[in-house]
């Protein structure tokens, strides 16, 4: 049933941008009262937990071993180092700037998916990727203002994009051998034992944090991470992590909705555009001609 298998991972990705999306809104209390890593820490702990009432709950167990070198890595590169540079990195940075530089991670994915995936780069995919980056940098763009932007601020998002990249190419294999649920839960269980050196900030700020920003790091965790990530390793094991790359350029366009419907900010023309382009490039990357869809719907990418 390829075409309901289709439709099943673009729903589950449609899941996991808008929970995503809705990151942000969030990140921005949290992030007022936590450090970077503590955030993050947090964040994974309290994804940790759901994911693993869950494993128990469907008693999918441990994943076999060919999984866990791909579990590893992206457990450390997309749980553990990313949360936290990121967090870092917005701190030196403009929120404009981080969202442009960080949106080199979905390139970066493609790239490396040829290398190491042997996956294809079609036409589509590359056209729709660059319309998406140019709608990334506009929203970007309008965005900074009168922001700031440290040498150090640029770097860390830099480090964020390889690590996000890194860490999606390094998921992909170990989805051919493990569940999603498995895959998501003990990548998350790695990144928070990364992350543990920050268990006495974590500590330390929670005694004084604000009791929003603590519902917003648990929220982090539950939905943005547990659910989110789930629901991404999904998609993934179903289409090529190129085109789940692409497809994570529509986040900007809504964040630019949640926050004018959460917090009031007007976004303006250029903000639209920009935004409007990255839905479209998101479009045009996960098309396929016709006479290629009508011939085979989804088996030149499935994974399984």
């Known amino acids: ?18 929970l995503w999306a809705s990151a942000f809104v969030s990140i921005r209390s949290a992030g007022a009262a936590y450090s970077p890593g503590a955030l993050a820490l947090g964040r994974l702990l309290a994804g940790a937990l759901v994911l693993a009432v869950f494993l128990v709950v469907r008693r999918e167990g441990v994943p076999p071993r060919a999984a866990w070198p791909g579990i590893l890595i992206s457990g450390l590169l997309w749980f553990g180092v990313y949360m936290v540079v990121l967090n870092w990195g917005e701190q030196e940075v403009d929120a404009g ?10 390139i970066l ?15 589509r995919l590359l056209a729709g990727m660059a319309v998406s980056f140019a709608g990334a940098v506009t929203v970007g763009l309008s ?36 569940s999603a649920l498995q895959v998501t839960t003990f990548g998350c269980l790695v990144g928070a034992a990364a992350c543990l050196p920050f268990a006495g900030q974590l500590v330390e700020e929670a005694g004084r944090a604000p009791l929003s920003a603590t519902l917003n790091m648990i929220y982090l965790g539950v939905f ?38 959460f917090l009031g900010e007007l976004p303006g023309a250029l903000t639209l555009v920009g935004g409007a382009l990255c839905l479209a490039g998101v479009a045009v990357s996960r098309s396929r001609p016709r006479a290629a869809a009508a011939e085979t719907p989804e088996a030149p990418e499935t994974a399984r």
Do not use: D
């Not at 994915?109 to 036409?123: M, Y």
């Open 224 to 261: 943005p991470t547990a659910l989110a990530f789930t629901t991404w390793a999904y998609a993934l094991a179903r289409t090529t992590a190129g085109r789940m790359g692409a497809t994570t350029y529509a986040v900007p366009a809504l964040v630019v909705l949640l926050a004018w419907v």
């Open 109 to 123: 994915i493609a790239l490396l998916g040829a290398r190491f995936l042997k996956e294809s780069l079609p036409p």
């Open 97 to 106: 700037t981080a969202a442009m530089i960080v949106n080199i991670g979905p």
């Open 143 to 178: 965005m900074s203002g009168e922001g700031h932007a440290s040498v150090l601020g640029v770097l860390l998002c830099l480090v964020a994009a390889v690590a996000y990249a890194g860490g999606v190419v390094a998921q992909k294999p170990a989805l051919a051998h493990g």
């Open 1 to 18: 049933m390829p075409n309901r298998s289709s439709r099943l991972a673009l729903a589950a990705a449609g899941v996991t941008v808008v």
